[in-house]
């Protein structure tokens, strides 16, 4: 007896066979599709008091930047900051002489680069002026700098005095053209500086 002969006399045997290992083929398939269903989920209070604790402790402990001691600059950036530590002293020699009278004001010992002293509460939107971002106006603002005019009426030295006091700045008033835009903004012409400086 040969295969064929077997298979058609046993065809449904066969048949029944092949159509159990079929059902099987697909049980494996559909079960390795189906995601796992999660019964329990775990919680940190599974592992015991001790992870608890340790986790609150770490979420009422101060931000680290909290307790980091401060920075220590090298020695080889003290000469690119040592104009900070003037334009810090200057700012706060200017606001010691506008809180007492005028009377117990002592003279300054430097004067700062500018001809118009600017009434106190008199102060001009500095950042109008190409070049000028918020690190120089604040520079500036400590230097008792707050006016068109005053820039307007700098000289030659006090561009260069100035420049002692900017640090990694130094040159800016001059490339910048400061003083001619301060001029036309202190004057209030708009359209000519727009039209050589740009919009504002």
Partial sequence: ???????????????????????????????????????????????????????????????????????????????????VAEVIAGGAQYEAQTARPAEAVAPVAEPTPTSIVAEPGEVDDLRRIKGLGPKLVTTLH?????????????????????DTKLGAFAGRPRRDSWVEQARLLAGGDTAAYEEKFGKL
Avoid: H
């Fill in 1 to 83: 007896m040969n295969l064929v002969q077997l298979i058609e006399a046993n065809w449904p045997v066969f048949a029944v066979v092949l159509l159990v290992v079929l059902l099987f083929v697909v049980w494996l398939i559909g079960r390795a599709t189906r995601p796992k269903a999660r019964d329990r989920r775990p919680d940190v209070l599974d592992e015991g008091a001790a992870p608890a604790a340790r986790n609150q402790a770490l979420i009422d402990a101060p931000p680290a930047a909290a307790v980091l001691p401060p920075q220590i600059l090298p020695t080889a950036a003290a000469g690119t900051f040592a104009g």
């Fill in 142 to 162: 400590a230097l008792g700098i707050t006016r068109y005019a005053q820039i307007a009426a700098w000289s030659d030295a006090d561009l260069d005095d100035l």
